[in-house]
């Protein structure tokens, strides 16, 4: 037990201490400033009355904020940075001739759960705290509550329309979207984070199977993700969940259930070579 934690320790250290995790807070927390300036600038020279509060103003409700930049940064450019922070932690240490070393000193098993839950710790951070971040400069422009004057759903669309549209009757989480938008910002921050981990863990389980390029461990679940979000039926793209939106439909069951799945479907993929007894640090 001890031996495991210690592994575990250690694969952290790496991982806090690596450029990569440096490197990908640095560039999220600059992308979701851009955000912040470019939601500043859609509410400039408005009414102080029209200014939405800092739960409706966050950059990740981006059809009310008018912020497209955050759905670039989503969809194409979190993915890479959170598969990159140390989703090819395996890929590096078994090139470097570094991961038979860890091993003998630990075991096979103890080294590989512990680089994956450092990898999936790492994606998760890597998306959370930019996202968190982005909730707390919304409060350095924005209120923390607004009138009913103030836009809450659409641009130009105040609080005093909410019950006037119909349109946003099918929003997932309708009850913490007209009571506790806070929640449901949170709600979505630590889901993003979700993925992100997620991500990290696809990169580290590919490092199983693929040994002839780094660029293909670390790009090919995010390009799975940004492929799958064209080719899918809305009810099952994945990459829609990762935003909030009034106007497009979600399916409760695979916001909640895609997760879950993913993540037993990377388990089997890390445990069938242990299982088949494949020398996976070769």
Not at 107 to 130: D, E, H, N, Q, T
Not at 152 to 177: C, I, M, P
């Amino acid at each position: 037990m001890a031996t495991r934690v210690g592994v575990l320790q250690f694969q952290f250290r790496r991982m806090l201490a690596s450029k990569a995790w440096r490197y990908a807070v640095v560039v999220g927390l600059v992308a979701i400033s851009v955000c912040f300036v470019q939601t500043c600038l859609v509410f400039w020279g408005h009414d102080v009355g029209e200014v939405p509060a800092a739960d409706v103003a966050w950059v990740g409700n981006y059809e009310s904020t008018q912020t497209p930049l955050f759905c670039f940064y989503l969809y194409f450019l979190m993915p890479f940075l959170a598969a990159a922070v140390f989703g090819d932690s395996l890929f590096l240490d078994v090139r470097r001739r570094y991961a038979g070393c860890v091993a003998v000193r630990s075991s096979l098993r103890s080294y590989l759960v512990s680089g994956a839950i450092a990898a999936f710790v790492g994606g998760f951070l890597v998306v959370l705290v930019p996202l968190l971040v982005s909730q707390l400069l919304a409060f350095v422009a924005f209120p923390a509550t607004s009138g009913q004057d103030a836009y809450q759903l659409l641009l130009n669309t105040s609080a005093a329309e909410v019950d006037s549209t119909g349109w946003y009757d099918k929003t997932l989480f309708l009850g913490l979207f007209l009571n506790a938008r806070y929640l449901l910002n949170l709600i979505f921050i630590v889901y993003d984070a979700l993925w992100g981990g997620l991500l990290a863990l696809a990169a580290f389980a590919l490092s199983l199977y693929v040994r002839t390029s780094r660029l293909l461990v670390v790009g090919l679940p995010a390009l799975v993700l940004i492929v799958s979000s064209y080719l899918l039926p809305s009810d099952l793209d994945i990459a829609q969940c990762l935003i909030f939106s009034l106007v497009i439909p979600r399916s409760p069951t695979v916001f909640l259930a895609a997760p879950l799945v993913v993540l037993l479907v990377l388990v089997g993929a890390m445990w069938l070579p242990l299982v088949r007894r494949k020398d996976v640090l070769l």
